[in-house]
């Protein structure tokens, strides 16, 4: 590894792989950065390993992802897998941890293609063993083939649930029911986004065709639902929910939730990059202008980590920051970037006119973002519950910042990661202000696990 590149990405998922193949092909020095062991990021998670059978349960959009890591497999980029980036700073410095040993590299450009993480929201019992978020399941099915043998119970409200549903039932997974939190409303405020959803129609095709399946394979799909709450004494036994007014029970020892996706801030953060609310994603993302760039010169962002638009729409933006890369580097003119990136953008620009109607009508209800059971555990950390974050409101502490130093919570290993989101909209609801004005955690590094050991392999400069 070099202590220096003109272009280092981070990230091997569809936009990183995508830049990195535009990059190299005109010469420059280029490594990726990746804390799996191979290409492909969660989206195509063990693409180049998993066998036949197992890539057409997982459907076609999974399959696509075997082209985009050829083509990074053919270029100059150096690639070093199984590689923790645990600094960014504005210097455009980066700590690494590869072979267990901490090394700070640099580079000229760096594209942060972090993608994105499944969106943690507390509810009674989440903590309990046996309750699992969807993207681990789906983790296990990719990577190993892994999947649940006494029947499971989805929740949650997201795509994602839809796809794993239909993913277990061509696998013969037995599914007792599919708990939809999406309030009916949804329906109603989504539909004047519903005709530029059509111009992206495949997607909502796709949709359609894994209802048909769920239904005809004798699925039973709850819709509207609240109020889940996991049961159990050490271990999971049951899910009990809300549904029309009554409430029901479903015995089970596995549940996976899902509640969408928010963008993986953590780097950008640290290295201080202007971050903004956004109300229709419900998240915070890096601010960044059409190419990726950042308020850090030389700092690009790139796919779900910019913004949640789905892996196709990350793949063509990885494209259009490779190409900006190249012409801040002075490799391209601005009429030869420009030129080059027309279709890309057209395509990009195809994936993304679903995204408004599927922002609209999954949306995550406040109630649900911000849950009023005093005794659920909010960050696992420290275990912290909903009930201190609201008495530490109560005292007069209205920002995440403030609650942390006065509760612990978001100071743990995870560093909040886990409990970011919640304890934001938590607090706002204490407060009765809006999300935006609570801010999120401060990020420093490192912004991953680091051990003493590990930090003390840095060479006398790099230190």
């Not at 794993?164 to 037995?174: E, K, P, R």
Request: proline share 5%; glycine share 10%; hydrophobic share 40%.
């Amino acid at each position: 590894m070099n202590n220096h590149y003109q272009l280092l990405i981070i990230g091997g998922g569809p936009a990183g792989l995508a830049a990195a193949t535009v990059a190299t092909s005109h010469g420059i020095s280029c490594a990726l950065l990746d804390e799996q062991p191979a290409p492909g990021g969660q989206i195509y998670r063990s693409i180049e390993s998993a066998p036949e059978q197992r890539a057409k349960k997982l459907g076609s959009e999974y399959q696509h992802g075997q082209d985009l890591v050829a083509e990074f497999r053919k270029c100059d980029a150096d690639y070093f897998p199984r590689t923790q980036v645990w600094s960014l700073n504005a210097q455009l410095e980066v700590g690494i941890l590869h072979d267990d040993k901490s090394k700070i590299i640099s580079a000229d450009q760096i594209l942060v293609a972090s993608g994105a993480m499944e969106r943690p929201v507390p509810f009674p019992g989440w903590t309990l063993p046996g309750v699992m978020q969807a993207g681990a399941g789906q983790i296990l099915f990719k990577s190993a083939g892994v999947i649940p043998s006494d029947g499971v119970v989805l929740a949650g409200s997201g795509p994602l649930l839809l796809l794993l549903a239909w993913q277990y039932i061509n696998c013969g997974v037995d599914i007792k029911a599919i708990l939809d939190v999406t309030p009916f409303s949804n329906y109603l405020l989504s539909l004047p986004k519903l005709p530029r959803a059509l111009l992206a129609h495949h997607y909502l095709t796709k949709g359609l065709v894994y209802q048909k399946d769920l239904t005809l394979a004798g699925v039973s799909t709850k819709f509207g639902v609240s109020n889940i709450k996991a049961e159990g004494d050490d271990l999971l036994q049951s899910v009990r929910y809300r549904h029309f007014g009554r409430e029901h029970t479903i015995e089970t020892d596995l549940l996976l939730t899902h509640f969408g996706v928010i963008p993986h801030i953590w780097l950008t953060q640290a290295a201080g990059c202007e971050h903004q609310w956004d109300s229709s994603q419900q998240c915070w993302r890096p601010q960044h202008d059409q190419w990726g760039n950042t308020s850090i010169e030389g700092i690009i962002v790139a796919g779900d980590g910019a913004g949640i638009n789905g892996a196709r729409s990350a793949e063509h933006a990885g494209r259009l920051a490779g190409l900006q890369a190249l012409f801040a580097l002075g490799i391209l003119t601005p009429a030869e970037r420009d030129k080059q990136s027309v279709n890309v953008r057209k395509w990009m620009q195809d994936e993304r006119h679903i995204r408004p109607f599927l922002e609209s009508y999954f949306a995550i209800p406040q109630t649900i973002l911000a849950t009023d059971d005093n005794d659920t555990i909010v960050c696992r950390c420290e275990e912290i519950t909903a009930g201190q974050i609201r008495e530490a409101v109560k005292n007069g502490h209205h920002s995440s910042n403030d609650v942390k130093f006065m509760t612990r919570c978001g100071m743990g290993p995870c560093q909040g990661r886990q409990c970011a989101n919640a304890v934001a909209h938590i607090v706002a609801d204490a407060g009765g202000q809006a999300v935006s004005l609570t801010s999120h955690y401060r990020g420093r590094p490192p912004v991953t696990p680091l051990t003493l050991e590990q930090l003390a392999t840095l060479s006398k400069e790099d230190a």
